[in-house]
């Protein structure tokens, strides 16, 4: 049955297309609303506008629910690899065996990086900030690999987005063994994604990294849980961008850049200096707690609230619970989880955050979990861009196959200056 809504303005009626997802949620079509009445829709932040129809993550922003392709992401952060997660993101559904395999043998054989990349790396400023580079670097990617000429052809597609995935990992170890003054450590065809890539980081001719498995769980977890989350800013920038039909790099560059600030996926690295600085501070919460309350102070409790969960982010429960486990086992004492944890107890009891719906999100306990695996603060939000590359890819796959591709291109209700004429210099006041 189709269902419509009604929108009466001065005596016109007009009935506008509801559209009902597969989870039952509701859409009024509006992509006709100009063309028949003159008005646009008005929407700030896009806090309420669907910007597309996608398959790919289900979210229940009042439920905390969180599901990628289907498949509950509790369920896949216990019994999936990063590997496949990334594989049924992009293609849909999950990989059989020999898929699997292939996939395995691609992103291996992908995952060397051009050497004079390595040179590129080397000319960064020394303080320059690893989500940056890294934004940059994807973007260079384009000038080493251009086979990308159409958007049609498949294999070209699938071995582009294989290399991205593959050498992401690559490129940002590389990134921290330069910022070091270390020798670069190459990728190896016997370790899995997850241990390739500490090992990469951590290898070096002094003291050979001993693959730890607590900390590959911990890694594969954490990737497994930022792998998607739907249309938030950095995918809708890869959306964006990509629909000015730019190559994947040049897109995935820019979702990277997006992701870099500290209300996304910037926020785990803040949370940490937050922790830090209520640490140094004696370790009271309370002049963080009140600076957040306040009106006229911008500051905000980092790793709490988000636009689309008004309940605990089911990922940062999964992070919480990993966060003790991991801490246990690698008999480690973290001064800023006791805060963190003590932080998050008096803040369940404020009435400005219960009020406000403000829980931690997945950023909350994510830092601590990093800091454990022994990754540098300034590294935090790289982590989250190769966990979110699946999601960016998938997205961006499933924007280029829709038949009804468009370039993204709102519009505004304009505030400025109505016309008058130009005034010549001599006659300005
Ligand atoms: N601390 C204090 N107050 C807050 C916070 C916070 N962390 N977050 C929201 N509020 C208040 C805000 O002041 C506003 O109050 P009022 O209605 O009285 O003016 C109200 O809650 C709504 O805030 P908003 O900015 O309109 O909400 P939003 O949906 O636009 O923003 C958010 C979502 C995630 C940007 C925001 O909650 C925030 O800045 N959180 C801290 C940064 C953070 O942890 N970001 C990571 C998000 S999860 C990872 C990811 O997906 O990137």
Redesign the pocket.
């Given at each position: 049955m189709e269902d419509f809504a009604t929108l009466t303005y001065n005596g016109q009626k007009i009935t506008l297309p509801v559209v009902i997802g597969t989870e039952g949620e509701r859409a009024i079509d509006i992509s006709n609303l100009r063309a028949e009445t003159g008005f646009i829709t008005l929407d700030p932040?896009y806090?309420n506008t669907g910007s597309c129809l996608s398959a790919i993550t289900y979210m229940d922003g009042e439920k905390g629910v969180l599901r990628y392709r289907g498949i509950p992401v509790e369920q896949l952060a216990e019994k999936s690899t990063f590997k496949e997660t990334a594989y049924l993101l992009i293609n849909g559904r999950l990989p059989n065996r020999e898929e699997l395999t292939r996939f395995s043998v691609m992103l291996n054989d992908n995952s060397l990086v051009h050497e004079d990349l390595k040179t590129f790396y080397q000319n960064f400023p020394r303080a320059s900030h690893p989500m940056g580079i890294l934004s940059s670097m994807v973007n260079a990617l384009r000038s080493f690999y251009p086979a990308l000429t159409t958007l049609n052809l498949r294999e070209e597609i699938t071995i582009t987005m294989t290399r991205l995935l593959a050498k992401i990992r690559t490129m940002a170890a590389m990134s921290y063994k330069i910022s070091r003054g270390h020798k670069v450590v190459y990728p190896r065809s016997d370790l899995t994604y997850c241990e390739n890539f500490l090992n990469m980081m951590f290898d070096n001719p002094v003291r050979p990294y001993q693959i730890n498995r607590e900390a590959v769980n911990a890694l594969r977890v954490f990737w497994i849980l930022h792998a998607d989350?739907e249309q938030?800013?950095?995918t809708t920038a890869v959306r964006v961008v990509s629909s000015a039909r730019v190559n994947l790099y040049a897109a995935i560059s820019s979702g990277i850049a997006a992701?870099w600030g500290?209300?996304?996926?910037?926020?785990?690295q803040?949370?940490i200096e937050m922790l830090t600085a209520i640490q140094a501070d004696g370790g009271s919460h309370k002049k963080a707690i009140e600076r957040?309350?306040d009106?006229n102070d911008p500051?905000?409790?980092?790793?709490?609230?988000?636009?689309?969960y008004k309940t605990y982010?089911p990922r940062a429960k999964i992070m919480k619970k990993m966060c003790d486990e991991l801490l246990e086992s690698l008999q480690i004492n973290d001064p800023l989880l006791d805060i963190a944890k003590e932080l998050e107890e008096v803040v369940q009891k404020d009435p400005?955050?219960i009020d406000?719906?403000?829980y931690p999100?997945?950023?909350?306990y994510s830092g601590i979990v990093l800091r454990a695996i022994g990754i540098p603060t300034s590294m935090f939000t790289v982590m989250?861009a190769i966990g979110r590359l699946p999601g960016w890819i998938a997205q961006w796959k499933e924007s280029v196959d829709d038949p009804k591709w468009k370039i993204c291109r709102p519009r505004q209700v304009y505030t400025g200056a109505q016309a008058y004429d130009f005034v010549p210099i001599h006659a300005r006041v």
């Open positions: 932040g806090a989350h938030n800013c950095s992701l500290p209300l996304h996926g910037g926020a785990n803040a949370v957040a309350k009106k500051f905000r409790l980092m790793g709490f609230g988000h636009r689309v982010d400005y955050f406000h719906n403000l999100n997945v950023d909350f989250f």
